[in-house]
């Protein structure tokens, strides 16, 4: 234990890389993955950013996604290489990545009763799933599209409560070590949910325990997880069990679905809907937009070295416009 916990003192600054991860399975006399590795989880991909040579190669990866579905592309060293190859399709996650070293993890001082951890068996274990991640406007599962377990796939655990026998959390978890013979023996947490009516205390602290101890047990050495920059929720709950953040990044394919991640806020203005249906979209197509007036629906889209100032769908190279913005000195 004392000489895993020296080694992992000298891993804890080292951000994962294609090189960095080549250079480790040549040490363990390792054979590398022959192809990059992305794992099916039933709503989209996770791609391993580390098994992948060259920035063109995970970009492209990540526009065969898939409609309606949501993949993640992880452990990426250098983003901007990726986001250069499809500047207007992919973005930055705005998620932190924290890891949990075992040698730092402290058992539980109190147990929790009332439901019992278990993996997903069955059909109706995945509508009950499905039914939660919906209740959280998450994607629903599709068992069918899983890469198998064999195969270096995920395994999803559920909280079952003991009285009622619903499902009052479900946590998906995925083992590195089988899924790329990952060198630092590796896990990560994904798609931990709990049901916003439970009454039942500790439910989601208890399935990141579950899964800490279920890796633990397994031999592996830590466990890696995505949060939203501003969860502070979830962030106090990840910083009590000891997790630490770790210098990575991810990115995602822009769509309808992860819209809110790359648009942010907008402008706050109270827009009618015609000049709103015209602001939305160029937000989406990344154009800057600044509302000059929002009761007459007047704002100017910015790309490059271009402006051009609208009316709702007219802009100002129309006479009735370019006229109203002469008639209104504050805005000439």
Same mark, same amino acid.
């Given at each position: 234990?004392?000489?895993?916990?020296?080694?992992?003192?000298?891993?804890?600054?080292?951000?994962?890389?294609?090189?960095?991860?080549?250079?480790?399975?040549?040490?363990?006399?390792?054979?590398?993955?022959?192809?990059?590795?992305?794992?099916?989880?039933?709503?989209?991909?996770?791609?391993?950013?580390?098994?992948?040579?060259?920035?063109?190669?995970?970009?492209?990866?990540?526009?065969?996604?898939?409609?309606?579905?949501?993949?993640?592309?992880?452990?990426?060293?250098?983003?901007?290489?990726?986001?250069?190859?499809?500047?207007?399709?992919?973005? #930055? $996650?705005? +998620?932190?990545?924290?890891?949990?070293?075992?040698?730092?993890?402290?058992? *539980?001082?109190? @147990? /929790? =009763?009332?439901?019992?951890?278990?993996?997903?068996?069955?059909?109706?274990?995945?509508?009950?799933?499905?039914?939660?991640?919906?209740?959280?406007?998450?994607?629903?599962?599709?068992?069918?599209?899983?890469?198998?377990?064999?195969?270096?796939?995920?395994?999803y655990w559920l909280a079952e409560d003991e009285d009622s026998g619903a499902v009052i959390g479900s946590v998906m978890g995925l083992n590195h070590q089988r899924a790329f013979r990952d060198p630092e023996n590796g896990s990560s947490l994904w798609?931990?949910?709990?049901?916003?009516?439970?009454?039942?205390?500790?439910?989601?602290?208890?399935?990141?325990?579950?899964?800490?101890?279920?890796?633990?047990?397994?031999?592996?050495?830590? #466990? $890696?997880? +995505?949060?939203?920059?501003?969860?502070?929720?979830?962030?106090?709950?990840? *910083?009590?069990? @000891? /997790? =630490?953040?770790?210098?990575?990044?991810?990115?995602?394919?822009?769509?309808?679905?992860?819209?809110?991640?790359?648009?942010?806020?907008?402008?706050?203005?109270?827009?009618?809907?015609?000049?709103?249906?015209?602001?939305?979209?160029?937000?989406?197509?990344?154009?800057?937009?600044?509302?000059?007036?929002?009761?007459?629906?007047?704002?100017?889209?910015?790309?490059?070295?271009?402006?051009?100032?609208?009316?709702?769908?007219?802009?100002?190279?129309?006479?009735?416009?370019?006229?109203?913005?002469?008639?209104?000195?504050?805005?000439?």
């Amino acid at each position: 234990m004392r000489t895993t916990a020296y080694n992992q003192r000298l891993l804890r600054g080292q951000t994962p890389s294609y090189e960095r991860l080549q250079a480790r399975l040549a040490e363990d006399h390792n054979a590398p993955p022959s192809q990059p590795l992305a794992v099916h989880c039933g709503w989209g991909r996770l791609l391993i950013g580390h098994t992948y040579p060259d920035a063109g190669e995970l970009a492209a990866a990540l526009l065969d996604e898939q409609p309606g579905e949501r993949d993640i592309a992880l452990y990426v060293a250098a983003p901007h290489q990726v986001l250069a190859q499809a500047p207007q399709q992919l973005f #930055l $996650d705005p +998620s932190d990545t924290l890891r949990l070293w075992f040698t730092d993890y402290r058992p *539980a001082r109190r @147990g /929790f =009763r009332g439901y019992r951890i278990r993996r997903a068996q069955n059909e109706a274990d995945w509508q009950a799933i499905n039914c939660l991640y919906q209740m959280r406007g998450m994607l629903p599962i599709e068992p069918g599209k899983l890469t198998p377990y064999n195969e270096g796939g995920p395994t999803y655990w559920l909280a079952e409560d003991e009285d009622s026998g619903a499902v009052i959390g479900s946590v998906m978890g995925l083992n590195h070590q089988r899924a790329f013979r990952d060198p630092e023996n590796g896990s990560s947490l994904w798609c931990l949910a709990v049901d916003p009516q439970c009454s039942r205390p500790g439910v989601g602290e208890v399935l990141v325990r579950h899964l800490i101890e279920h890796f633990m047990s397994r031999g592996l050495s830590y #466990l $890696d997880l +995505s949060v939203l920059h501003d969860n502070r929720q979830a962030k106090q709950l990840y *910083a009590k069990l @000891g /997790f =630490r953040e770790l210098q990575t990044f991810s990115l995602k394919r822009k769509n309808g679905i992860n819209q809110p991640l790359f648009l942010g806020p907008g402008p706050q203005a109270e827009l009618n809907p015609y000049a709103r249906i015209i602001v939305d979209e160029a937000l989406r197509r990344g154009i800057e937009v600044q509302v000059d007036d929002a009761e007459a629906g007047l704002f100017t889209l910015s790309q490059g070295g271009r402006r051009i100032r609208c009316r709702e769908s007219l802009s100002d190279l129309t006479s009735a416009v370019s006229m109203t913005l002469c008639q209104d000195k504050r805005l000439t």
